[in-house]
């Protein structure tokens, strides 16, 4: 009796903490005790009582098997973290360039129909589209409920992957996809657009008019969806992403680059920033920005403004809005980038992303966990060691700096 009584708690634990209560007993053991029939069973309930139907269910989700490669793809971590250098040689490849122009070229009719609607440039949707599945070639080829439902089960992020499993079944009871062709990432995302069940709920059009959102094979649908998620986030008609500048001040205090610092295009300018050119900037553009460094003081330099911020509402990585802004630059002939990345550069490893962050936390400036995960806390933290070392503060892990945190320890 105790050992059923303490099985049904764990199962009543589990099912709430699908839906906003913190299974605080298995935090840090994420493999589900319930075997995944139980949790079927357990969740089919949840499902039905959230709207979807019993035949939905019983049609494509009861009988449906876990899908384990998922729980290795979700635990697998890069040993390495890929360079600005090398991510942007990727994600600009001449292949890609190339046809981005010819895809913009393609369906500019529907894409100046959409950006009228919507206000935004048909050259970011493109920019998009090509970044996401590389114009519709790689939309994924794992089933979606299958990967939802094993995600779900797991404990990591059970609450998020549930509320997504929910929705997506109800993207299947809506007609807007076959649920036997429901294939995308094995994280969830699908279509050309690469949106998660929530996103699709929340942002996806149907842009012909023929009653489906159908995000693999309806153009109007998929081009109509992204910029209507960037016209719900904030895009500003008219406006670009930003564009690379010069530094001319020799005393830049680079402690002020990165998103937490927005100025004026004239504050900017006093401060030594000119176009890349060496132009002034247009001072009597009223909108703020923020200097982003992807590789360092000694890499490329990009004012950014409001729409780059909205980029990043649809991947949060400076990388990734970079590269959409970029790209979206060339498919219309303006040469966005003047750098080129330096040969054989070395990628720093997770280990020595974790040993800085054991460093920093030894001197006080780190207070988070040691994760290897170097983001805008870690990036901070890195500053105020530069600044305390007299070492430019621009909070950009590079080799150099690395081993000089190495030799000073």
């Known amino acids: ?137 790689h939309t ?21 992957f549930s509320n997504e499993l929910i929705l997506a079944l109800k993207i299947i009871q809506y007609g807007h996809v076959d649920g036997n062709q429901f294939y995308g990432s094995w994280a969830g995302a699908f279509g050309q657009t690469q949106f998660m069940p929530s996103t699709f709920t929340a942002y996806a059009v149907d842009g012909d008019d023929d009653g489906v959102k159908d995000l693999w094979g309806s153009f109007d649908d998929i081009f109509s969806s992204s910029a209507n998620f960037l016209n719900k986030v904030g895009w500003k008609k008219g406006e670009t992403w930003g564009r690379q500048v010069k530094i001319i001040n020799d005393d830049f205090d680079w402690s002020v680059t990165g998103h937490k610092t927005l100025k004026t295009l004239k504050q900017w300018s006093k401060l030594g920033v000119v176009k890349y050119d060496g132009s002034k900037l247009d001072t009597s553009f009223n909108g703020k920005a923020s200097l982003i460094i992807p590789a360092g003081a000694k890499g490329p330099k990009f004012l950014v403004y409001n729409n780059f911020r909205r980029i990043l509402n649809w991947n949060n990585s400076d990388f990734y809005a970079l590269a959409v802004g970029l790209l979206s630059d060339d498919i219309i002939g303006i040469n966005g980038m003047n750098w080129v990345p330096p040969k054989n550069e070395k990628s720093i490893s997770r280990n020595d992303y974790k040993f800085v962050q054991k460093v920093l936390k030894s001197y006080g400036y780190y207070n988070s966990k040691i994760d290897g995960v170097f983001a805008s806390g870690s990036k901070h933290s890195l500053k105020l060691y530069q600044k305390k070392h007299n070492l430019p503060a621009d909070g950009h892990l590079s080799n150099e700096v690395l081993k000089y945190i190495k030799d000073n320890k």
């Open 1 to 137: 009796m105790l050992k059923y009584k303490f099985i049904c708690n764990i199962t009543l634990c589990l099912i709430f903490s699908c839906f906003g209560f913190a299974n605080a007993q298995y935090k840090d053991n994420f493999s589900n005790p319930i075997s995944f029939e139980q949790w079927k069973n357990d969740f089919g309930k949840i499902a039905e009582s959230k709207g979807v139907k019993k035949t939905i269910l019983n049609k494509y989700f009861y009988e449906i098997e876990r899908l384990p490669k998922v729980i290795v793809y979700d635990r697998r971590q890069p040993e390495f973290s890929r360079t600005f250098g090398q991510y942007i040689k990727s994600a600009l490849s001449e292949t890609r360039r190339s046809r981005a122009k010819q895809m913009y070229k393609k369906h500019k009719f529907e894409l100046d129909k959409i950006a009228s609607k919507y206000g935004v440039q048909p050259r970011f949707i493109v920019a998009f589209w090509g970044l996401e599945t590389n114009f519709g070639r």
């Open 140 to 160: 994924g080829k794992m089933d979606i409920i299958r990967s939802l439902a094993t995600l779900s089960h797991d404990l990591r992020r059970s609450e998020f």
